[in-house]
């Protein structure tokens, strides 16, 4: 057996993952079911010359993750449902700032204190919309374990070359599923950082409007002595109420991502051409779905999957084109939660194709023969 | 994806997740691929655990049980909760002792000494490791001596000799039920 | 720590951005003497701007970060202790100040307060304390003064106050202290000794809000109130040659407490070097 093979843990290859890309500051707060990222962070970070600490709360350290990575240091933090709300507002302010961070969150049972050791997908939105005002972010759902390591490298490289904060996704069978992973299936390819600011200290404007919507980020230190706020603002960085300057504020921050939307989004699909339903889901739904494709194509029953691997944004042109290619008659959501991923397909599918719901609410997984029974019934 | 599906369940502290953790350890040293999770209730010891092993070529498209081949009850506790994932193509093994009334229907049960062998050992704790190895000779999922090696190089050195010999009496144990 | 050899002569607009002129505070606002004063002591410390990281908080006091000629974060409610822990664990070469107001450091900030000073990281914390939520319009504060008028007390103020040093010490803080607007330079030198303790330094600046809780309170004008809280004002010298009581009528003023217990960030590293192999030990 290769060295690289190894058995790993969902949270623990989010930890793996973001050493491999670099990231070098972790702060935390124990929630179940994440704890295992902050736990291994804790034992590996020093060892490579990166720093843990657990916070006295879960806005403490969501507080500390921007501060680091204000400091020119990639940095992350884990959490669930419950600590997520709480990171919220130092969310926004890393939204607002354009604070590169990579935020691991495990989904549980919720509203509120839950089910904390059974599975959910409940924040779908909150992954989304869960800070404040109009904001640009950027969430990944890794589907299995050696998604959980690569999709983490690939959140700190979105997050840093982007300058912006990405939401890893889990659920917490993802999270806690120990399964054969191979390291060396992830290219070595050189470390990727933000663009720091280099040339003129005069005149140097932090929020500057460049071709790429991408500031170059001041580092303390290199004689910028630059401003950064929370406060809506101007190019130079101090806050403004020029209407027309604050709209362009906001605005370069989400058009910033649909200009790099080609290196944002990934999505799989599986037996998309000729489906007469496709399914779309993320997590372990997805992993449901992906064996009820292969019991339902063995019945001869033309299903297919599509799984947008980047959640937000959404992969919205490839399912909306794999629907029109396969001309499939519905589309089929499970999700452990009471429907929000569906509200997204229909939004963009706008009446093309009907979107059924599968639900599961109560802390089991949605398991594949349940997802071959609703799409043997949506083709009757 | 054809699967081999085992699950390890009995009592919270029996040391079920390690022994699964182990011969997980074992497969992938085999090129196999593993899945394994894990479901206890929130105290360290007592009450259900298991933990549950998806073995296949390659990602198992659905990482989780389904339909079980290999179904290990160590503890009453772990009683009642798996039987809707029993087919033909399951075998039960239930500790004698411990489960007094293991499920029986259209699949194959035996009921085996594995904590009275562990307590001749001298210590009831390896009844895991006894189980482990008349799970791997009725299996044959992986050759003895690679389970083995996983098995002392996964516990502390000093239960190296118990849990050889525990590991060894498990082996023995898997001869054909008398008819 | 000396990065440089300062030059012999303060002159305040050397650590102030020109071009964010005139600043926003109310005709009267003692934040103003509070920022002078911190300019003052970081060029008595010979700070290089360029490794200097101011770190505020939301209020009237959050807004000073941006008058300072150095690396700046304008944070969010509460919160800039937060920021600036990780920012001094991820770049230990950098000297953080953290600017705070009474109602973000102690109201909403609290709890980051008292951890801040538990882990004893190289941070200097200056809470301006006018005992009131200026920015927001005047509601009461964790320091407001018994009896006193907000706009959320109309009845006035029945709250029993923080002692913001005692909390501070008592949490573990490495260097207490406090100091009235009124006395630039004493206030000064107590900043000046906090930059330069290696630890967790709190400085509570008795400041004074003229413009809303000054009006609303009958107060007077600036000077009237700086005098009257000058004269509730105490050196630490005479802590035990008279009774003290507790706020709002006699607080002590100086260094309040300094302790040289380990400074964490340099704990942390001494850890991770010796777990890689480095030595360096503790």
């Known amino acids: 057996m290769s060295a690289t093979i190894r058995n790993l843990e969902g949270n623990e290859a989010c930890a793996l993952g973001a050493i491999r890309a670099g990231c070098r500051f972790f702060a935390g707060y124990p929630i179940t079911p994440s704890s295992e990222v902050a736990e291994v962070m804790a034992r590996e970070l020093p060892k490579v010359g990166g720093t843990f600490i657990q916070m006295e709360d879960e806005i403490a350290s969501m507080g500390a993750v921007i501060g680091a990575s204000m400091g020119g240091v990639k940095a992350m933090t884990a959490t669930s449902g419950p600590g997520f709300s709480l990171k919220q507002e130092n969310l926004g302010y890393a939204c607002g700032a354009e604070i590169p961070c990579v935020i691991v969150n495990v989904m549980r049972g919720g509203p509120s204190t839950g089910m904390p050791t059974r599975p959910a997908q409940g924040d779908i939105m909150q992954a989304r919309w869960g800070t404040h005002g109009d904001h640009a972010i950027i969430v990944l759902a890794p589907a299995s374990v050696a998604e959980a390591y690569s999709e983490t490298i690939r959140a700190v490289e979105l997050s840093e070359t982007l300058r912006v904060p990405v939401v890893v996704l889990l659920d917490e069978v993802i999270g806690h599923l120990t399964e054969t992973v191979d390291l060396a299936a992830v290219p070595e390819t050189p470390e990727v950082w933000r663009k720091f600011a280099t040339g003129p200290r005069e005149g140097f404007q932090p929020y500057a409007v460049t071709e790429d919507l991408i500031p170059p980020m001041p580092r303390p230190g290199d004689g910028y002595r630059a401003h950064c706020t929370g406060l809506t603002h101007a190019p130079g960085g101090f806050p403004t109420q020029v209407p027309e300057v604050a709209t362009a504020a906001v605005t370069r921050t989400t058009d910033k991502l649909a200009l790099h939307r080609a290196r944002i989004e990934s999505w799989r699909v599986q037996d998309a051409e000729d489906a007469d339903l496709l399914i779309v889901a993320i997590g372990i739904s997805a992993r449901a779905a992906r064996q009820a494709v292969r019991d339902l194509r063995a019945e001869g029953l033309k299903v297919g999957l599509v799984r947008p691997v980047t959640l937000w944004p959404f992969p919205e042109d490839a399912l909306r084109e794999t629907v029109a290619r396969s001309g499939a008659r519905a589309v089929l959501v499970p999700e452990m939660n009471q429907g929000q991923l569906v509200l997204e397909v229909e939004r963009v599918l706008a009446g093309r194709a009907p979107a059924l719901r599968l639900n599961r609410i109560d802390g089991q997984p949605i398991t594949p023969d349940e997802i071959a029974a609703a799409a043997r019934e949506a083709l009757t | 994806m054809a699967t081999t599906e085992i699950r390890f369940s009995g009592s919270g502290g029996q040391g079920l997740l390690l022994s699964a953790r182990i011969l997980a350890a074992a497969l992938a040293r085999q090129g196999r691929n593993v899945a394994q999770s894990n479901a206890y209730e929130p105290v360290s010891r007592g009450g259900l655990s298991r933990s549950d092993l998806v073995i296949s070529e390659g990602e198992a498209d659905f990482p989780l049980a389904r339909r079980l081949d290999y179904l290990l009850i160590l503890d009453a506790a772990g009683l009642g909760v798996s039987d809707h994932l029993l087919s033909p193509r399951s075998l039960v093994l239930a500790d004698a002792e411990l489960v007094p009334d293991p499920p029986r229907g259209d699949f194959a049960t035996r009921a085996l000494p594995f904590v009275e062998t562990a307590r001749s050992l001298g210590n009831p704790r390896v009844t895991n490791i006894v189980a482990l190895g008349t799970l791997c000779a009725l299996s044959g999922l992986c050759p003895p001596e690679v389970l083995l090696d996983r098995v002392l190089a996964m516990t502390p050195a000093k239960f190296d000799r118990l849990n050889r010999d525990a590991f060894a009496a498990g082996l023995a144990m898997a001869v054909p039920e008398p008819v | ?282």
């Not at chain 3, 720590?1 to 300062?6: H, L, P």
């Not at chain 3, 103003?32 to 908080?57: C, P």
């Not at chain 3, 980051?112 to 301006?128: F, K, P, S, V």
Request: charged residues 20%.
């Open chain 3, 1 to 282: 720590m000396k990065d440089t050899t300062a030059p012999a002569a303060f002159d305040v607009n050397d650590w102030i951005r020109q071009e964010q002129m005139p600043h926003f505070l109310c005709p009267g606002c003692g934040h103003g003497i509070a920022l002078r004063a911190l300019a003052w002591a970081l060029h008595e410390q010979g700070i290089d701007k360029d490794r200097l990281a101011v770190v505020s908080g939301i209020g009237c006091s959050g807004r000073l970060s941006a008058y300072i000629d150095a690396n700046t974060f304008h944070t969010t409610h509460g919160r800039p202790l937060t920021f600036a822990t990780g920012l001094k664990l991820a770049r230990p070469d950098l000297h953080v100040v953290v600017i705070t107001g009474d109602g973000d450091c102690l109201a909403i900030g609290g709890n980051h307060l008292i951890h801040a000073a538990r882990r004893n990281l190289d941070i200097t914390c200056l809470m301006l304390n006018n005992e009131i939520y200026g920015m927001t319009g005047g509601q009461v504060s964790p320091t407001t003064s018994g009896g006193r008028y907000t706009s959320t007390t109309p009845m006035g103020n029945t709250e029993p106050t923080f002692d913001a040093c005692a909390l501070a010490a008592a949490a573990g803080a490495g260097f207490v202290g406090r100091e009235v607007t009124m006395q630039v330079l004493g206030l000064r030198d107590l900043i000046g000794q906090a930059i330069a303790h290696k630890g967790f330094s709190f400085v509570e600046v008795l400041s004074d809000c003229t413009e809303i809780y000054g009006r609303k309170n009958d107060l007077g004008a600036s000077p009237e109130m700086m005098l009257a809280k000058k004269s509730e004002m105490r050196p630490f010298a005479y802590r035990n040659t008279v009774d003290v009581p507790f706020r709002p009528n006699h607080l002590r003023t100086g260094v309040i407490a300094r302790s040289d217990r380990p400074e964490y960030g340099a704990a942390y590293r001494a850890m991770a070097a010796g777990l890689r192999g480095e030595g360096g030990g503790a």
